[in-house]
């Protein structure tokens, strides 16, 4: 699940997510449109927040390859 998932599954805003992570919006909203990429410290607080609901891949954007 993408953060723009999680925030819609969730009913959360880009202020109220900036607000846990300790990021404005106008930046939780940038990496919501994967317009920048998430830092890695922002990605285990995301992690967290969601209760592994959304994993550090997911949220940058890596694939499992195929086995």
């Known amino acids: 699940m993408d953060l ?3 925030m819609a599954k969730a009913s959360l805003s880009d ?32 992690v967290e927040i969601s209760s ?3 994993t550090a891949n997911e949220l940058l954007g890596i694939s499992e390859a195929a086995e």
Do not use: C, F, N
């Not at 992570?21 to 922002?42: A, F, N």
């Open 15 to 46: 202020d109220e997510v900036g607000k846990r992570v300790g990021k404005d919006r106008t930046r939780i909203s940038r990496y919501r449109r994967k317009l920048e990429p998430i830092p890695g410290d922002v990605v285990r607080q995301l």
């Open 4 to 6: 723009a998932e999680y």
């Open 52 to 54: 592994g609901e959304m």
